[in-house]
């Protein structure tokens, strides 16, 4: 059998290709552990006593890792920094921890080994390679690391991608680090294992026991290099199956991924539910029954593109698309005012209706200045009032990146530093503000502005390293962090290098959030957390939009069309006959329940009484609302306490994760007995009363209701059960409201499939 232990000195043309002939035997080896330290290895703070501490998870935030440490010893957050860690260890405390003169008997192997008290507990074992990686560190002298430390540049994980057949209930990963000089070292057992799915259980050497079928995400790192491994562990024979041919260039990635662990996509959605799925998506409303009626009943070829046309020309395309940007760009009367939130709400309305290039959009909210009423897009800064919350909301919204982590230590679950952190916000830092007025409603609230800024641009200053105090200079957050020009406002070199065809990552996060509201799910998911250890489910798809994206000047409405004109869009909500895969996988709808705007606008329609909105004009869309959801104290109206109950965001970060689809018991309450739907229900003036005022036939009335509500008519059963509740009762109205009752707290009502 092949032994990793003999790559060391391989070029890494030949250590490519034993990797290979490798993977296959690996799995065989499910019980086998790997050794580090061997006679001929040299010792190494960095390579045997970081990782050593990294296994034992001494240095994690939890334990010694923590900002202040735990029982008066510290390390760095996960051996960020080698020479701090020496320095405590060797150095701290009369450098108590550790005996060079009698190895076995130093403090931290003893406490590791749970001989001595330790808050911790037991740690490892004296036949573990971290006990004899530390020992035989201090037996050597306890060597200071090297500067700059030596790190690896890359970890490759064995086997690379696994789709396991019904039979394998495990398998055991092999971990090799590749270092600069091009040498590679086996480091199974020094690496960390992480599951990122809490049904999959795997020890400490790299043995994956999932206790489910699907998908198993690992994460695994050594010295400061993660890597993601995505498995697949299937429950049926992996027979070669028959795929349909991809209807679009979208839908054959998709499908390939699912022929691939032996599954298939399910069948196309009805008409019903097609029609009413785009209304949603693009307009952010149900279809009208005689829009609904017109489409289903219609035998145009090619009629579903018709309609997608027609909708991306509507008003209402606008609008509602124009509040998923205000969500994330923090439009919101808190942090700007109502004077701002409209004025940069309308500018994102009419970016929208010009069909404005999305890169452009980018540009013009970077590089603005001036008056936040005069030049709307400067409304972006003045929600976010010094360099790192800007620098943060930038790298989230057009990069996709989560920079939060990397303020107080580096990124644990991402390639940025802490100087890489100070050196994007240095780009930010020249912004200032000339405040006009402020005619504050709530004086205790600081954070609160009512009137006219200017924002403006001074000499912008390098941020300090917070640990190091070193002056951190404006840099790109790319692989090579190249630096930005010295200029008095770097944001301007700043945006054209963000917004470059040659900078795939801004059109990657892009097309991924696009795909996200259109699709339930992002190719990587959350949408804002672009990283290695959270890998695209389908990257050749991903890049291919990317790129289609850019030879077509970043047109939303181009990129919507070839969406949802795909295969995989038109797809049922029901599972296929196959076993039912998990939602990366794309091989049926997600279902889930309407945003709070959308369930709004949707109740309204059906009633023709639309909710009321503090300071709004009767008749006010929910969607149409300009600003963020207000906070609890401030709600009069039924409407805006409606909206809170379901999860509309007060628009505090630049986050999609703020706005919630989780479901609750008050959702619950509001559904079943709320003032708002109770009241509508009975009021004279809706749609209830004109139908049972009508001379039309219960049978009629009822169809009329259900194409309202749902999208399609009544099913021969429910038309049956309804009409023969009809005969039984009373008044006419009465059972014309419960039946609405019924269909508004329906899951095919309140939910988006």
């Not at 799910?521 to 990317?546: C, K, Q, W, Y």
Request: net charge negative; charged share 25%; glycine share 6%.
């Amino acid at each position: 059998m092949f032994s990793l232990h003999r790559l060391g000195n391989l070029p890494i043309a030949l250590l490519a290709i034993c990797l290979t002939l490798s993977a296959t035997c690996s799995l065989s080896r499910a019980t086998e552990t790997h050794s580090v330290i061997t006679a001929q290895t040299p010792v190494s703070f960095e390579k045997n006593v970081t990782a050593s501490l990294d296994k034992a998870g001494c240095n994690l935030g939890a334990c010694h890792g923590n900002q202040r440490g735990k029982g008066g010893f510290q390390l760095s957050l996960r051996g960020e920094s080698p020479a701090e860690d020496f320095r405590s260890l060797v150095l701290g405390e009369n450098g108590r921890r550790i005996n060079t003169l009698d190895a076995e008997q130093s403090l931290i192997l003893l406490k590791g080994l749970g001989i001595l008290a330790h808050e911790g507990g037991k740690r490892f074992s004296k036949d573990s390679p971290t006990y004899q990686n530390l020992l035989a560190w201090i037996r050597s002298g306890a060597p200071a690391p090297q500067l700059p430390a030596s790190l690896p540049i890359a970890l490759r994980i064995i086997p690379e991608q696994l789709i396991l057949p019904p039979e394998q209930a495990s398998v055991q990963l092999n971990v090799v680090a590749v270092w600069p000089d091009g040498s590679s070292q086996d480091v199974t057992s020094l690496a960390v294992y992480e599951a990122l799915d809490p049904s999959v259980k795997i020890t400490a050497d790299g043995l994956v026991q999932p206790s489910r079928r699907g998908s198993v995400p690992i994460l695994v790192r050594y010295l400061g290099s993660q890597s993601a491994l995505q498995m697949f562990f299937s429950d049926r024979p992996l027979d070669k199956i028959e795929t349909p041919k991809p209807a679009t260039w979208i839908d054959e990635p998709i499908q390939n991924k699912l022929a691939a662990v032996g599954a298939q996509q399910t069948i196309q959605a009805p008409d019903e539910i097609l029609v009413r799925r785009l209304y949603i998506d693009l307009l952010g409303r149900i279809p009208t029954a005689e829009e609904a009626k017109t489409f289903a009943q219609s035998d145009e070829p090619n009629k579903q593109a018709q309609l997608v046309d027609r909708l991306l020309a509507s008003p209402d395309f606008v609008i509602y698309w124009a509040m998923k940007w205000s969500d994330v760009l923090r439009c919101d009367e808190k942090v700007l005012d109502p004077d701002g939130v409209k004025h940069f709400s309308n500018w994102i309305r009419q970016s929208i209706q010009d069909a404005m290039p999305v890169d452009q959009f980018a540009r013009d909210i970077l590089t603005a200045t001036g008056s936040t009423y005069n030049n709307p897009p400067a409304n972006f800064y003045r929600a976010l009032r010094d360099p790192q919350s800007r620098g943060e909301a930038v790298a989230r919204v057009f990069l996709g990146y989560r920079l939060q982590c990397a303020q107080c230590h580096n990124h644990p679950f991402d390639q940025w530093t802490q100087a890489d952190y100070y050196s994007w916000s240095s780009a930010f830092s020249g912004i200032d503000y000339e405040i006009k007025s402020n005619d504050r409603k709530d004086d205790l609230d600081k954070n609160e502005f009512r009137g006219e800024q200017i924002v403006q641009v001074k000499q912008a200053k390098p941020q300090k390293h917070p640990r190091t105090g070193e002056a951190l200079f404006p840099k790109v957050l790319d692989q090579n962090l190249q630096p930005l020009p010295e200029t008095e406002d770097p944001r301007r070199d700043l945006a054209h290098w963000l917004t470059a065809p040659q900078n795939l990552q801004f059109a990657r996060t892009q097309v991924n959030w696009i795909f996200f509201h259109l699709m339930g799910r992002g190719i990587v998911d959350p949408v804002d957390d672009f990283r290695s250890t959270n890998p695209p489910s389908h990257p050749e798809l991903l890049d291919e939009m990317a790129r289609r994206w850019i030879d077509h000047q970043y047109d939303l409405r181009w990129l919507i069309r070839e969406i949802v004109l795909s295969q995989t869009y038109q797809l049922d909500s029901n599972p296929p006959e196959t076993t039912p895969l998990d939602a990366s996988f794309f091989s049926h709808r997600i279902v889930a329940r309407h945003t709070a705007e959308v369930l709004a606008d949707a109740q309204s329609d059906v009633l023709g009484i639309p909710l009321p909105f503090d300071q709004q004009p009767p008749g006010t869309r929910a969607v149409a609302l300009r600003a963020g959801q207000r906070e609890q104290r401030y709600l009069k109206s039924a409407g805006d306490a409606f909206l809170g109950i379901f999860g509309k965001p007060q628009r505090l970060t630049a986050c999609e994760c703020e706005r919630s689809n989780d479901l609750s018991l008050s959702q619950v309450f509001q559904l079943m007995q709320g003032e708002s739907l109770e009241k509508r229900i009975h009021d004279n003036k809706g749609r209830i009363r004109k139908l049972a005022e009508s001379d039309r036939s219960s049978a009629e009335i009822l169809t009329e209701l259900y194409w309202c509500a749902l999208s399609r008519p009544p099913s021969s059963q429910e038309l049956e059960q309804a009409v023969a509740a009809a005969e039984h009762t009373e008044s006419k109205r009465e059972w014309l409201e419960d039946v609405t009752w019924a269909l508004l707290n329906s899951q095919e009502f309140l939910l988006h499939h």
